[in-house]
């Protein structure tokens, strides 16, 4: 089975300054990783997903993630976070080569400051 | 193309009173899912069809739940009789197995409220 761990509920930080949230997973088999978001009131919109191949994968909206399989995580990141970045984040794990379970995170909830 | 539609967008009802929800996937995907969202929760999964087969229902609470994909298209998912905890998001998600990228596209939810 597989699960995922995201540190940090409530991340805060200000507009222009660099996003990271945490995600760590536990899988026994090779891992498909993903990254939803989710704006008020909306469904989930994929952000970026990590299969196979290279280990930093590129998303919408100039996030980024890096699998990083010695420590088992897989953070997000934005160089510069914007005023609509604000949302909540969730990370999601499935066994590679299936879409038939998505595991979800507990989610962070990202804020931005002025 | 178009997206997952789901139907109620948002429902209020008393306990003991049932509930329906409906969905409709992209077209072309056959595989279905409803996922449950409680408050400042990630979605859990309650039901997964492959087409009109449920493969793994494994999640959901069988004594007041139930749901159906007739023809492998449209979905319901009910509740009778509904809780105070049923109290959450809904959602429904499809995806096309024969394209192995594990990658969900999600409804935008239905509100559940029971007073």
């Known amino acids: 089975a597989q699960s995922v761990t995201q540190l940090g509920s409530h991340v805060s930080v200000s507009e222009g300054a660099l996003v990271l949230l945490r995600c760590n997973y536990s899988s026994s088999v090779p891992p498909y990783l993903f990254w939803y978001v989710q704006y008020p009131n909306q469904g989930l919109q994929l952000l970026l997903k990590?299969?196979?191949?290279?280990?930093l994968v590129k998303g919408i909206n100039g996030f980024e993630a890096e699998f990083k399989k010695s420590e088992t995580s897989f953070h997000l990141t934005k160089p510069s976070a914007h005023m609509s970045d604000a949302a909540e984040y969730f990370c999601?794990?499935?066994?590679?080569?299936?879409?038939?379970?998505?595991?979800f995170g507990t989610g962070t909830r990202l804020t931005i400051i002025p | 193309e178009a997206g997952v539609v789901q139907s109620p967008r948002y429902k209020i009802i008393e306990k003991k009173q049932p509930v329906a929800f409906w969905c409709n996937p992209i077209s072309g995907h056959n595989t279905l899912y409803w996922y449950r969202q409680n408050l400042g929760q990630g979605p859990e999964l309650l039901i997964r069809?492959?087409?009109?087969?449920?493969?793994?229902d494994s999640q959901l609470p069988k004594d007041r739940f139930s749901a159906e994909r007739l023809k492998g298209v449209d979905s319901t998912l009910k509740i009778q009789p509904a809780e105070l905890g049923d109290s959450a998001v809904y959602l429904c998600a499809s995806s096309r197995r024969s394209v192995n990228t594990g990658e969900l596209f999600f409804g935008e939810g239905s509100r559940l409220t029971v007073l």
């Open positions: 999601a794990v499935s066994v590679a080569g299936g879409n038939e379970k998505l595991t």
């Open positions: 069809y492959e087409n009109e087969e449920a493969v793994d």
């Open positions: 990590y299969t196979t191949g290279a280990t």
